[in-house]
């Protein structure tokens, strides 16, 4: 391994604004609002802000999962919040989300309006409300639950470990690489011996559980995060490889990773989603996306 030039930390830390490579722009040391922006309010009782990053994912697939088993008061309005653009430091945001991530929801089908913020406690949050995909049974619930928050605990070392070391950062460094790129593959195996002996990531039935673990980990073994398929040997991971085909096929889950893309081909992007219909009505859309 080669050895950089050695880092002396000083005593204390101070904020470099052009530190963060690609996300240099929007990566502060603070949190709060950056400037007074209203958030908009459709007219179903769900309003989504988000984008269709992995954690955006699986929110509106989630969405469109219940929507698809007839749940018609999932029906939702999911509103584009452009993170490279700060968007998610507007006051509305952060009054719904402080921590300035996205996907964040609100809820308006009750008597007092309820905000939910990350993407682990809106899946749960949603499923609890319409009694889907999430067992009931003790034993089931508790595996499901405990595989929903392992992907919330270990996607962070394959996103902003891995990824953004092998994708983004300005410098590549090998140790930093290497150690990203090796906990990523435990995850993979982790998966994988899983996936070996059940058919879905909690059991024999789809849930919440998948839906959270799938942009991440089926997003990468199918090629789609940073490049780095070949790089991790995805292919040997076969029985993720059978699970991210067979959750890839579904038609709520096609759905669900269109809404909020701003990146892609064209015809896999739907920038704001406000009626089902809208699926199909999509030209207005690319030609604003052509335009841009």
């Known amino acids: 391994m080669t050895n950089p030039s050695e ?9 470099h604004s052009e530190n963060g490579g690609k996300f240099a722009n929007i990566n ?3 949190a ?19 984008l269709a990053t992995p954690n955006g994912q699986k929110v509106t697939i989630l969405l469109e999962e219940l929507l698809a088993l007839g749940h018609t ?7 584009l919040i452009r993170i490279g653009e700060g968007e998610q430091f507007g006051s509305g945001f952060v009054s719904v989300n402080p921590n300035s991530k996205i996907p964040a929801l609100m809820d308006y089908s009750g008597p007092k309006p309820i905000r939910v913020f990350e993407s682990g406690a809106i899946l749960q ?11 009931t049974e003790p034993a089931a619930r508790a595996e499901c639950l405990s595989w929903l928050f392992w992907q919330m605990g270990s996607a962070p070392y394959l996103g902003g470990g891995f990824g953004h070391f092998y994708a983004y950062a ?26 070996a002996v059940s058919e879905y990531i909690a059991g024999s039935e789809y849930s919440i559980a998948d839906m959270a673990i ?9 090629g789609r995060l940073y490049e780095a398929a070949e790089f991790l040997s995805v292919q040997d991971y076969r029985h993720v490889q059978r699970w991210a085909d067979a959750i890839d096929a579904r038609p709520a889950v096609q759905r669900g990773r269109m809404v909020n893309r701003v990146s892609g081909e064209l015809s896999s992007q739907l920038r ?9 009505t999509r030209t207005q859309d690319k030609l604003t996306v052509a335009s841009e």
């Open 73 to 79: 008061g999932a029906e939702y309005d999911a509103w």
């Open 214 to 222: 799938w942009p991440w980990y089926g997003g990468l073994v199918k």
């Open 170 to 195: 300005p410098t590549r460094i090998e140790y930093a690489i290497d150690r990203f790129a090796m906990e990523t593959k435990r995850q993979l195996d982790v998966l994988d011996k899983q996936l």
């Open 32 to 50: 709060g609002a950056t400037h007074d922006k209203d958030l908009p309010v459709g007219r179903h009782p769900l309003q989504l802000y988000s």
């Open 272 to 280: 704001e989603r406000h009626d089902a219909s809208d699926f199909d």
């Open 7 to 15: 880092y002396l930390p000083p005593k204390v830390w101070t904020w």
């Open 28 to 30: 502060r040391p603070i």
């Open 125 to 135: 949050y949603l499923a609890e409300k319409f009694g889907a995909f999430l067992p």
